[in-house]
């Protein structure tokens, strides 16, 4: 059997990060008789940043939603045998050379250029692994490749010369890897979160319910407003504006800006508790398609310096999705909280927006794509069910 393995941030304290590579992993082995393994590595001083609470005064918190990820890596993705942790490149090759027919990168930032991880990384697939290379729904935001010399763009650019299949996120990074080599063929990939079947994990949801109601103590009769987002401002605005009219609880970090904070959700429970929000804002990208596959109206707001430098991800999919005017730029001199509460007003009256389900449905069809690549990869071998 065809072995094909995935190398993404699986391991990354990020429900977006997790449940991107739960998708993929899931939808890749429902559609073909592949193999699907997760190769469970990671860098060190990703996994040494994971441990570290931020703040450190909410270290029990943050420890108890530590350990839940954890304990979903092994318990809910087909991770490998295999472990590896450890920042040298020589030695992610040779975890990962003469394992697979083919190995998958992506999706997520994989091919973010930062401090963190550095550059180069495992994630270019540089070294010569004996398997085909793809990537899928890889995103380089935030990447400033303006200020990337020539032997690191001649680097990416010998890299990405070996991928049979070159598959990206946005079209920011679409468009600057041909600024590099503008002779790459790149295909757009949907985010495999559009992929998650809400459906096959519907006993989540129902155990979720009872979870909200006594451990949290939410009233799900009354409204709830949904935030997650890094910038203080934001949240404290949106609370105080709302904080009459909802329950406002924080979706991911203990934010003073909120009535509740749900520190405890495991990835699968966090993709249900969009069903019992009746209003979500964020800055982050997974928190704005989740709320689009759940169908929960939404306000996405970009907070980062250089979403005035280019089109961020968020900015992107909001385009892509026909939803452009639930997106708001606060870095941008144009931006004013009148507009913003004008939106959120009509979130509210009107709730239902048939745009979020066709575009959910319409992503889908960039994965079918992507599948029938594949196929002619491996001689028709994949079969596929549409």
Not at 108 to 125: H, Q, S
Not at 302 to 327: F, H, N, P, T, W
Request: aromatic share 14%; hydrophobic share 40%; proline share 2%.
């Amino acid at each position: 059997m065809i072995k094909i393995g995935i190398l993404t941030f699986h391991r990354s304290i990020n429900y977006g990060s997790f449940l991107q590579s739960y998708s993929l992993a899931a939808t890749l082995k429902k559609h073909t008789d592949f193999e699907i393994e997760i190769i469970d590595y990671n860098m060190t001083t990703v996994e040494l940043v994971n441990i570290i609470p931020r703040p450190f005064t909410q270290a029990v918190n943050e420890m108890v939603r530590y350990f839940r990820f954890r304990r979903a890596v092994y318990t809910e993705l087909p991770v490998s045998k295999d472990k590896l942790i450890s920042n040298k490149i020589s030695k992610a090759n040779q975890f990962i050379k003469n394992k697979y027919d083919a190995v998958i990168v992506g999706s997520d930032e994989v091919w973010k250029i930062n401090r963190l991880r550095g550059f180069p990384n495992i994630y270019w697939l540089r070294e010569e692994l004996n398997c085909i290379k793809l990537s899928y729904a890889a995103s380089a935001n935030r990447t400033h490749f303006d200020k990337l010399d020539c032997v690191q763009k001649q680097y990416i650019k010998d890299s990405l010369k070996n991928f049979s299949y070159i598959g990206v996120r946005d079209q920011n990074t679409l468009n600057n890897l041909k600024k590099i080599d503008k002779k790459l063929v790149i295909k757009r990939n949907c985010d495999p979160a559009f992929l998650f079947d809400l459906e096959m994990t519907k006993n989540i949801r129902a155990a979720l319910e009872i979870k909200l109601k006594k451990k949290y103590k939410l009233e799900l009769n009354k409204p709830i407003m949904g935030i997650m987002c890094s910038n203080d401002t934001i949240c404290r605005r949106i609370y105080d504006e709302y904080k009459n009219r909802f329950q406002i609880v924080s979706l991911y970090a203990n934010v003073k800006y909120a009535h509740t904070y749900l520190y405890d959700l495991s990835p699968l429970e966090w993709a249900h508790v969009f069903s019992f929000i009746k209003l979500s804002i964020t800055n982050f990208f997974h928190c704005s398609v989740f709320s689009i596959i759940n169908n929960t109206p939404f306000i996405s707001i970009d907070a980062e310096d250089s979403s005035v430098l280019y089109e961020s991800k968020i900015k992107d999919l909001m385009r892509r999705a026909g939803l452009i005017e639930k997106y708001f730029n606060f870095k941008d001199k144009s931006f004013t909280w009148e507009r913003v509460f004008y939106q959120i007003e009509n979130c509210i009256k009107a709730p239902v927006d048939n745009r979020m389900e066709l575009f959910a449905a319409s992503e889908k069809k960039y994965f079918y794509q992507f599948v029938s690549e594949l196929n002619g990869l491996f001689d028709n071998k994949l079969t596929v069910d549409i």
